[in-house]
């Protein structure tokens, strides 16, 4: 049985008094639930957040913010309502240097904050692969402003009908698989959608199960699944692409499309570290099993910005499961650090997979079960719902959803007159 360990290098920088507090650089999955789960102990440190945005962001049900089957305070509640009396402070701005052998950070807007301990949680952002076009012309999936915008084109796309108007879902990943099927929900047949993938298959770190349950659904909505397919750019009105059989030989196609949604990938950029950390081929930052970043004592990361390995000695995925789960271990062994006592490993335990797959569908399997339909979104809906921010947001959300009840899960309101 594993041990528990310290990173090999030299102790972390020490406080110069009770003030410094642990500073948390980004408020997502991992960042807010350290802070939360930090906060819950007994005579916890000062806790500091570091976040730009005044909105805390459940991706996992963004897609259902784009439907209308929830709304937006459930999906994206303020950080300011989060914190209050949690005994967590937030600061608006964003770390954009790190000097951990001072044990300060820089922000953007020209602050110097000093801490005890840090924690690295400033996430991922999408990512055009540098393909020509993409970034100018292609719509993004991963923020408040994106779902307007989407929902904004739904509604002219339903109250504009022409012949073969198209839209194009690049990445056939759960983000794209999800979207697409919410998409053609609340296009109601006006539109032609096709999925894009430039691989062999959707989902493919997915159990089969669940990709089985995707492909029906894709079917069920006339959404067409190209795969072997890359994209070489993107112009006004069409795509340039390359299809490939097999890996043998290629032709190209010039698709003519309405409008582009990429879901294709994502980086991670964490801020500049002095003296530099150790990252992976990725750019993520490399970190011992306790979660603090290897030759650099005091300072920490989690979610989809920190290399974890798991058993096998493959990194976690980037999900936000994974974050969820981490944010516990970390937060214990931020006392740990402080107390100057051994760090505690983080163990990854999988609770299986969810997908949503439509308006009031999903699919499911982990735990011994395994269920698709209206059941499954469900299970997913009150899975998630534990799983939100805070006892008292979770109980807000609870009595909306419990209000909702009585409402049909399979008629669209975006767009509706």
Known sequence: MEEPSRSP?????????????????????????????LASQRHHPP?????????FLFLPLLYE??????????????????????????????????????????????????????????????????IPGVEELAIPFR??????????????????????????????????????CKLADLLQGSTVIELIEQGTDLLPQARAFNREQARSALLRRDIRLRT???????????????????????????????????????TVAPPPIEPAASLDDRGRLLCESTLELKQTPGVFAIGDVAHVADADGAPLAATAQ???????????????SLEGESLQPFRWKDLGEMI???????????????????????IRQLTYLSRLPGLPH????????????????????????
């Open 47 to 55: 806790i500091l957040l570091v976040e730009p945005q005044q909105r």
């Open 65 to 130: 913010l784009l439907s209308e089957e929830l709304r937006g305070w459930e999906v994206a509640p303020r950080y300011d309502t989060l914190l209050a009396s949690r005994g967590v402070a937030w600061l608006q701005d964003r770390i954009s240097r790190i000097d951990a052998s001072a044990g300060c950070v820089y922000t953007e807007q020209g602050r110097q904050l000093a801490y005890s301990r840090l924690v690295i949680a400033t996430g991922s952002r999408g990512t055009s692969y540098g």
């Open 143 to 180: 923020s408040l402003a994106d779902v307007e915008h989407l929902q904004e084109l739904v509604q002219h796309l339903r109250s504009h009908p022409r012949p073969l108007q198209r839209l194009a879902l690049v990445g056939a990943g759960p983000s794209g698989v999800e979207l697409a």
């Open 9 to 37: 290098a030299n102790t972390p920088p020490q406080a110069s008094g009770p003030t410094r507090p642990v500073l948390i650089a980004g408020g997502g999955f991992g960042g807010l639930y350290t802070a939360l789960a």
């Open 322 to 336: 994974v974050a969820f789960q981490q944010a516990d271990c970390l937060a214990e062994n931020l006392l740990r």
């Open 356 to 378: 949503s797959l439509g308006i009031g569908e999903a699919s499911l399997t982990g735990l011994g079960l395994t269920l698709a339909g209206p059941a499954a979104y469900r």
């Open 394 to 417: 979770q109980l807000r959300v609870a009595a909306g959803w419990l209000s909702d009840l009585g409402r049909p899960l399979n008629v669209p309101r975006c767009g509706s007159p």
């Open 228 to 266: 072997h397919t890359r994209v070489l750019a993107l112009e006004p009105g069409r795509l340039e692409l390359s299809l490939t059989a097999g890996g043998e030989g290629s032709s190209r196609e010039t698709l003519p499309v309405y409008g582009v949604i990429w879901t294709a990938g994502v």
